[in-house]
C-alpha cells in the first residue's frame, strides 16, 4: 500500500514562513480525482482539518479553516505526486504536527469544511514550531 511523506517542518519564528511538502510514495496522487487536506495536531488537541482542496473533477476548490485564510496556500506541485503547503505569517498557535492527507473517493472537502473520517491516506507528519 502506498503511503505519504511529508518534509519541511521546522523551527521558525513568529511572522516567519515555511514550505511543507507532501509527496506519494507506492501510489500515484491523481489529483483530478483525489481530494488532499492538511491537517494539524497540536498536544493535547484534537487532529484539525487546516486547509484542504477539491479533485480536479469536483471542481478543484479550496477550503482554508478561518485561522488559516490569508496566511496558508495548498497548491499541487508539477510533479503530480506533490503537494505544498506554503505557511506564512506563522504565529505560536500555529506549533503543531502538520500531516497531509487524501481521499481516493475525491470527497472529504468541502465548502464549509473539512470531514477528516472520508481522508484514508495519512503521512507519518512533520514537527512545525513557531517560537522566539
Known amino acids: 500500500q502506498g503511503q505519504l511523506v511529508e518534509s519541511g517542518g521546522g523551527l521558525v519564528q513568529p511572522g516567519g514562513s515555511l514550505s511543507l511538502s507532501c509527496e506519494a510514495s507506492?501510489?500515484?496522487?491523481?489529483?483530478?480525482?483525489?481530494?488532499i487536506g492538511w491537517f494539524r495536531q497540536a498536544p493535547g488537541k484534537e487532529r484539525e482539518g487546516v486547509v484542504c482542496?477539491?479533485?480536479?473533477?469536483?471542481?478543484?476548490?479550496?477550503y482554508a479553516k478561518d485561522s488559516a485564510k490569508g496566511r496558508f496556500t495548498i497548491t499541487r506541485g508539477n510533479a503530480k505526486n506533490t503537494v505544498y503547503l506554503q505557511m506564512n505569517s506563522l504565529k505560536p498557535e500555529d506549533t503543531a504536527v502538520y500531516y497531509c492527507?487524501?481521499?481516493?473517493?475525491?470527497?472529504?472537502?468541502?465548502?464549509?469544511?473539512?470531514?477528516?473520517?472520508?481522508?484514508?491516506?495519512w503521512g507519518q507528519g512533520t514537527q512545525v514550531t513557531v517560537s522566539w
Open positions: 492527507a487524501a481521499a481516493d473517493s475525491g470527497y472529504g472537502c468541502y465548502a464549509h469544511g473539512i470531514s477528516k473520517h472520508e481522508f484514508d491516506s
Open positions: 507506492g501510489f500515484t496522487l491523481d489529483l483530478d480525482y483525489y481530494a
Open positions: 482542496m477539491y479533485s480536479r473533477v469536483s471542481g478543484g476548490a479550496i
